[in-house]
Structure formats: structure tokens, C-alpha cells
């Protein structure tokens, strides 16, 4: 089963700075965010405490991005590098998104993930890879589960394949860390017999 961790009752302060702010600053934060979380002895733990740091820091008002990280693109969601550690390949992701746009069912490459909604609200469907012959991969969805702001969830594998998506009218944001560099995934495409077919992507920074 999926692994999700969120808290509800947490909300971020809606104002915007007026202030650029500073993109050192934030890159230290998730540095020491993701320092603390690792103390921890299994994946499970590790990833619910930071999910558990980001949501105090979206509630404190501490994850703040500089306008040319909230910048929406019209063809498709964007993605724009934070942070990442050259050591452990780690990364952090801001992801703007516009009303309607979403990824394609997709995994992440064995690599456990963490999503933090920083703005609007995103909707994930999950699916069950149920099995896969000759290039042919059978899935099962699950039900979709939006996430507001100030919450976060994490996916681990091999229960890393889903759908994301701003089912929304207003633009969402959302910060996702991930435990690796990332360069492609897989994607999987639908056929009229319900089957997926199964696409390599290479993925890339916005701007």
C-alpha cells in the first residue's frame, strides 16, 4: 500500500512577500530539514519527519520561493531545481502548476519522493501495478486524494506509481524532494484494451 502522511489542520499564510526572498536561505533550510529527518532508523520515519518539517515550515511561513520559481507555464507544468546535494544526489523541486495540468501516469525511478503543497491544491490518483507480459502493464487505480495547503505526502517503492494533477481553478505550487537524481522516468500510456504501454522520459528544468 501506498504510503501517505498529511496534516489537515495546517495552513499557510496566504500573503506573498514583497520581498524577493532568499534562495540561500531556503537551500540551507532543506538541508538541515532532510539532515534532521535522516537521524531516523527506517524510510517510513525518515520521510513522515519531513513531511512533518515541511508542514511546521509552510505553517511558519519559512518556504517562501522567488517569483521566477512561481512563474506558470502555459504548454505544461514546470519544474525549477531548489536544491540538491552532489554527495547523496537528493533534490528538491518547485512545481507550478495550472489549472488542469497534470503528469501522466508515471513511477519515479525506485526513488522515494516527497510532496509538500505550498499553494492551491494538487489531486494524486495512485495505482496498483497489478503485473506486466511482453511490454504490456496492467495497473489498478486507486482513489484520488487531494492535498491542500501546508500538507505534504510521500510515495516509497515499489509504490511509486501515479497520476498528479491540478484539479483546481487557481495555480498550485507544490515542493518536492526527491531521494536521487532523477534525469527520466518511466511513463505509462493508455490503449483502448485498458492496458498501459510503457515510455521512457527524459525530464528537464523550466527556464
Known amino acids: 500500500m501506498e504510503q501517505t502522511h498529511s496534516q489537515a489542520f495546517i495552513t499557510a499564510p496566504s500573503a506573498i512577500s514583497k520581498f524577493e526572498p532568499s534562495l540561500t536561505s531556503l537551500q540551507s533550510n532543506l538541508e538541515m530539514w ?3 529527518a535522516f537521524v531516523a532508523s527506517d524510510m517510513s520515519s525518515r520521510l513522515g519527519l519531513l513531511c512533518q ?13 522567488p517569483d521566477r520559481f ?3 507555464q502555459p504548454d505544461r507544468y514546470a519544474r525549477r531545481l531548489i536544491y540538491e546535494d552532489s554527495a547523496t544526489g537528493i533534490s528538491a523541486i518547485a512545481m507550478v502548476w495550472a489549472p488542469g495540468q497534470s503528469t501522466p501516469l508515471h513511477d519515479h525511478s525506485g526513488l522515494w519522493g516527497v510532496e509538500a503543497v505550498l499553494a492551491g491544491e494538487i489531486e494524486t490518483v ?4 497489478i503485473g506486466h507480459e511482453n511490454g504490456r502493464y496492467h495497473f489498478h487505480p486507486r482513489p484520488a486524494e487531494r492535498v491542500t495547503v501546508g500538507a505534504s505526502s510521500y510515495v516509497m517503492p515499489p509504490f511509486e506509481h501515479h497520476i498528479t494533477r491540478n484539479a483546481s481553478r487557481q495555480v498550485a505550487i507544490t515542493l518536492n524532494i526527491y531521494g536521487g537524481a532523477m534525469p527520466a522516468c518511466n511513463i505509462f500510456l493508455p490503449t483502448e484494451s485498458g492496458v498501459y504501454t510503457l515510455q521512457r522520459r527524459t525530464l528537464t528544468y523550466s527556464d
Not at 518539517?53 to 509552510?58: F, I, N, V
Not at 495512485?126 to 501495478?129: G, K, Q, T, W
Open 34 to 36: 532532510i539532515r534532521n
Open 53 to 65: 518539517q515541511l508542514e511546521l515550515a509552510t505553517l511558519l511561513g519559512l518556504i517562501q520561493l
Open 70 to 72: 512561481r512563474a506558470v
Open 126 to 129: 495512485p495505482y496498483h501495478l
